[in-house]
C-alpha cells in the first residue's frame, strides 16, 4: 500500500512538473509533436504550414542551404541539424514561438533537440542565418553553457555577422563601420549610452520599446564585429575551444582577443 502510495504521489509530481512547463514554456512542448500537426514534412527537416502558398515551398530549401553556408562559413563548419518550422500565419507562429515579435525565434533544448521557428516574412537566408546561428552555438558548447555563461549580447551579435539586414557588407572592416554608424545614429537619438553591462540577458533584446530593442542589437554587432577583427579570422573557433575546456566566456573572449598576432587599424 505505502509502495501504491509513493508511486501516485510521483506520478502526481510528474503531472504537474509537465504542466507547469507547458505553461511556461509551451513552444517546447508544440515544436516537439509536430508529428502530430497537420505541418507537411519537406526534405528530412523543413516542417511547412499547409496554408504556405506553393512558390514559398519551393523556396523555402533553398534558404536553409544557403543558410547552413552562410554559418557553417562563420564556424568554420555547419554541424547542427535544427528542425526548421515555418508558419504562414500569426497563430502558428505564436504556437511554435511562443511569440508574435520578429520573423523568426530559435527553440533550443538540454537534450540537444533544437528547432528554429519562421514567419512568412523569415523566409530569407537573413533571418534563416541569425536563428540558425543561435543554434550552432548551441551544438557547439551545450545548451547550460550558453544559458548561464554566453552573455546575450555575444549571442545576437554573433548572429548579425551572418544577418545583412542592417549591414550588408560582408567585409569584417566595412562591417564594423556599419553597426559603428548604426550605432551611433541611436546613440545620438535616443541621447544615452547602452552598456554591454544591460544587454548580458534577453530583456533588452524584448523590450516593448523597438527603438531600444534596435539600439541593443546594434551595440551586440559593433562590439562582436569590432572583437572579430581585433582577434583575426579564427577568433570564434579559438574562443568556443577556450569556453569548452573550462575557460568562463569573459575571461576567453579577452584571451582571445589579446592573443591575436596582428592588429588591424579601423
Known amino acids: 500500500m505505502h509502495f501504491l502510495k509513493t508511486v501516485k ?26 508529428c502530430l500537426s497537420d505541418f507537411e514534412r519537406v526534405d528530412g527537416d ?18 536553409v542551404t544557403d543558410s547552413q553556408h552562410r554559418v557553417g562559413a562563420l564556424f568554420g563548419q555547419y554541424q547542427s541539424h535544427p528542425r526548421i518550422v515555418v508558419c504562414a500565419t500569426e497563430s502558428e507562429y505564436k504556437r511554435y514561438c511562443n511569440s ?45 553553457t550558453v544559458l548561464v555563461d554566453v552573455p546575450q549580447w555575444f549571442n545576437e551579435g554573433l548572429a548579425l555577422m551572418v544577418d545583412r539586414r542592417f549591414v550588408k557588407s560582408t567585409n569584417p572592416v566595412r562591417r564594423y563601420r556599419g553597426y ?47 572583437w572579430q577583427i581585433e582577434s583575426g579570422p579564427f577568433a570564434l573557433t579559438k574562443l568556443i575551444q577556450k569556453i569548452k575546456s573550462g575557460i568562463p566566456f569573459a575571461e576567453a573572449y579577452e584571451q582571445v582577443s589579446s592573443e591575436a598576432a596582428d592588429r588591424i587599424d579601423f
Open 9 to 34: 504521489y510521483l506520478f502526481y509530481a510528474i503531472g504537474l512538473i509537465l504542466a507547469s512547463l507547458f505553461y511556461l514554456y509551451p513552444q517546447v512542448f508544440y515544436t516537439h509533436t509536430l
Open 46 to 63: 523543413i516542417y511547412v504550414s499547409k496554408h504556405l502558398e506553393g512558390p514559398l515551398k519551393k523556396q523555402i530549401t533553398t534558404v
Open 100 to 144: 508574435n515579435v520578429g520573423a523568426g525565434c530559435s527553440v533550443g533544448t538540454p537534450w540537444g533537440l533544437h528547432f528554429v521557428v519562421v514567419h512568412l516574412q523569415g523566409i530569407n537566408t537573413d533571418v534563416m542565418s541569425h536563428e540558425m546561428s543561435h543554434i550552432e552555438l548551441l551544438e557547439r558548447l551545450g545548451w547550460w
Open 180 to 226: 559603428r554608424r548604426e550605432w551611433r545614429q541611436y546613440a545620438r537619438e535616443l541621447g544615452w549610452l547602452l552598456p554591454l553591462a544591460q544587454l548580458e540577458g534577453m530583456s533588452a533584446f524584448t523590450s516593448p520599446d523597438p527603438d531600444r530593442v534596435m539600439y541593443a542589437y546594434m551595440t551586440s554587432g559593433k562590439e562582436v564585429s569590432r
